[in-house]
T-cell receptor
Framework: DAGVIQSPRHEVTEMGQEVTLRCKPI?????LFWYRQTMMRGLELLIYFNNNVPIDDSGMPEDRFSAKMPNASFSTLKIQPSEPRDSAVYFCASSLTSGGGRGAGELFFGEGSRLTVL | GEDVEQSLFLSVREGDSSVINCTYTDSSSTYLYWYKQEPGAGLQLLTYIFSNMDMKQDQRLTVLLNKKDKHLSLRIADTQTGDSAIYFCAESIDYGQNFVFGPGTRLSVLP
């Protein structure tokens, strides 16, 4: 199993530009989470999906942030326009919320996308 | 709302035991987790415990749960330099959903 795959691993952009982060969850997982990690605020949940439907987006900072999950194997997190304070590591994670198989209930994280907005 | 608290830093000498502590507020938490994050990497699950258990041991790792005090601890025996990382405590009341993470404890292992 390839695990949760995120791209890009690193992105440097200028203020005002659009940023799109991508995530491929583990095949068969039915929940997907986007987190943001900074030194100041730690790990913050931005949004999570269950069966491709957004369940809780209360952590999305503002309208500049949007997330989509068009199918079970792909999700995007978009920031438009980006600002320097958006600089952080963005993690995607997935889990299986049913069944009792190995790993069920566990949250699996990708390697993260490190975003720097100049 | 739910809240998970941890001390932010811990330093130990190589070979000593490390104990990382965590407190949580939601008494309905059914799953409690310890995740490890190495530099430049994502979080990886180290171990977890169900709320109906008091203790779980897995090789060098021992997890203790005090439900009355809502206190969770992770003990690492014979701590090695490779154990240097950030350790996150997390709780979940729903199977595989609604995770609440603590701020993480940065463990430094000194030679």
């Amino acid at each position: 199993d390839a695990g949760v795959i995120q791209s890009p691993r690193h992105e440097v952009t200028e203020m005002g530009q659009e940023v799109t982060l991508r995530c491929k969850p583990i095949s068969g997982h039915n929940s997907l989470f986007w987190y943001r990690q900074t030194m100041m605020r730690g790990l913050e949940l931005l949004i999570y999906f269950n069966n491709n439907v957004p369940i809780d987006d209360s952590g999305m900072p503002e309208d500049r942030f949007s997330a989509k999950m068009p199918n079970a194997s792909f999700s995007t997190l978009k920031i438009q326009p980006s600002e320097p304070r958006d600089s952080a590591v963005y993690f995607c994670a997935s889990s299986l919320t049913s069944g009792g198989g190995r790993g069920a209930g566990e949250l699996f994280f990708g390697e993260g996308s490190r975003l720097t907005v100049l | 709302g739910e809240d998970v608290e941890q001390s932010l830093f811990l330093s130990v000498r190589e070979g000593d035991s490390s104990v990382i502590n965590c407190t949580y507020t939601d008494s309905s938490s059914t799953y409690l987790y310890w995740y490890k994050q190495e530099p430049g990497a994502g979080l990886q699950l180290l171990t977890y415990i169900f709320s109906n258990m008091d203790m779980k041991q897995d090789q060098r790792l021992t997890v203790l749960l005090n439900k009355k005090d809502k206190h969770l601890s992770l003990r690492i025996a014979d701590t090695q330099t490779g154990d240097s990382a950030i350790y996150f405590c997390a709780e979940s009341i729903d199977y595989g959903q609604n995770f609440v993470f603590g701020p993480g404890t940065r463990l430094s292992v000194l030679p």
